[in-house]
């Protein structure tokens, strides 16, 4: 049975049962079910079937959710995009995919002038023949894509199939350590756009759970704290920056309840957690670890009392999910043994195809290699630096390139300087993550020359990047330190600019 | 302190985070009103109001506060209660 069956029956078993909370709005899963059929006559009536990619601005509402489940028993993809983010990149997202169609429950939508876009609310129609029913579809087709920042300047988009997904929430299904149940009241505090944010919703929907979710305008670390005091909440999944801001107040914060904390999209530093895990005593707390391109989560930890494995402070990755082969290779792709450190690499059936329309990128980011067993695998190159013990846990260690988390999201600085540079371009400049006064990462633009307005530039940035992107710092210095090499010399660079602060 | 005086010391502590004085702050002001006002520069405020006031705020209070009357009264409280 595949995951949209399963989908179906949890709909129908717990129909008077609350799905999602959204603004302290409860929604049953027959609201939810109404709501999906609404907007499933709409595709089908609308939509040409071989229109398979649709465009999702990805609002905190019932209707958003909603739609995600239409298309996808319809077997069509969708493309979420940040209703935050600048229109032209996410026109550029739409662009880059094909897609005509656009769902949007905005009053008022701003890409009517490019696409057709479709507002549920106004296209209500009463329903007469109800079925949740699947479509016929093929394994391949695409369920959604999701688009990182890309170092050339040009967002790439990672294609995930419904087999990919299949096969990470069959995982989780049959982990007996990792049980959701119809009582359960889950978390679910990510944006649509990223991809951990399915981690937190599809298993919550697929046991009858309550998911609530984090208006996108809000103190996300307090409004959690919020929702976790309001409603009880009995599963957690969050960045680990949540904690992070949050631990100057752990001493206030007790919530026995909790059943399941998982963490995803950062580095998570033992410490912190350990002081963390007093503030949720009964808590099981896993730490997950997955590219989007190996369809969220590849492997996870389980974090312990005492005795954890950890490389300097950041907490380990664990071991690989089941149907998933996690190899340690070296610049040529050679294996290394345990404790040697290399770039991860992984393969299995969660793996996306390529990345969308660039063989290129595809030629240097998989490969071909022959297992033990004498299997021949694809695998990704994750770009991650990482080891193996001898127990077989995954240490993380570092990213690969100049590829950076912010809140969560994935960043390339390459593609934040190629923008500034369109702009500045008599000084030399470089962006670079920061460590801030709280512990989180930030982007701090540094410039060489005498200081001037950067008025211009940002109000540039703000039409070309989505808001995370943007650097929250900028700092002027007489000379860019760089090493014998010639190159960047980045640690220097972060020491002057912590001295600069103090 | 009176509330009006309490506004003015904060308003230093937004100055100097988000570094520009580009906003008015009055009590119903929030976050979407000011530049640069998001998650990651709202807690470096309250960091740097907490120095400067001498106070510290307790969670229940910073999960409620929606606008900048609220980071008042809260101030003020604070101060009483010292």
Known sequence: MNFLDKLQNSFLKNSAKNAICINNTFFTYTDLSNCVLRIRKIIQSQIHSE?????????????????????????????????????????????LTGSKSVFDSAKESPYSSGFKVYNVLTHYKKLEHHTLSVTEYNKTDIAYILFTSGSTGKPKGIPI????????????ENDEAYTINNTDRCLQMYDLTFDASLTAFMPAFLAGACSYTVPPDSMKYFHIYKLMQTYDLTVLKMVPSIIYYLRPYFPEINQPNVRYCVFGGGKLFEDVLKEWSACIPNSTIYNHYGPTECTVCSSYYTFKKHGNKSYNGVLSIGKPLNGIDAVIVNDNNDLLDNNKIGELCLAGKQLTKGYWNNEKLNDTSFFNMKLDDGEVKRFYKTGDVCFRDTDGNLMYVERKDFQVKIRGFRVELGEIEHHIKYIITKNNLTVLDINNSTGNNEIALIIEGK???????????????????????????????????????????RKLIRKKQT | MTKEAIL??????????????????NPETTANDVDGWESVTHMMIITDIENNFNIKFKLMDLMNMNNVGDLITTIQKELLSD
């Open chain 1, 51 to 95: 229109e398979k990619l649709i465009g999702l601005v990805a609002n905190d509402d019932l209707e958003t959710y909603a739609t995600i489940f239409a298309l996808w028993l319809e077997s069509k993809a969708y493309i979420p995009i940040n209703p935050t983010a600048p229109i032209k990149r996410n026109t550029e997202v739409l662009d």
């Open chain 2, 8 to 25: 003015d010391k904060a308003k230093e502590s937004f100055i100097k985070i988000l570094e520009h004085s580009n906003f008015e702050l």
């Open chain 1, 451 to 493: 200081p001037f307005d950067t008025t211009p530039l940002f109000n540039y940035l703000q039409t070309k990047l989505p808001n995370y992107m943007i650097p929250t710092q900028t700092h002027f210095l007489s000379l860019l330190p760089h090493n014998v090499n010639g190159k960047l010399d980045r640690e220097h660079l």
């Open chain 1, 161 to 172: 199939s419904f087999e990919n997904l299949n096969a990470l929430l069959l995982t989780f």
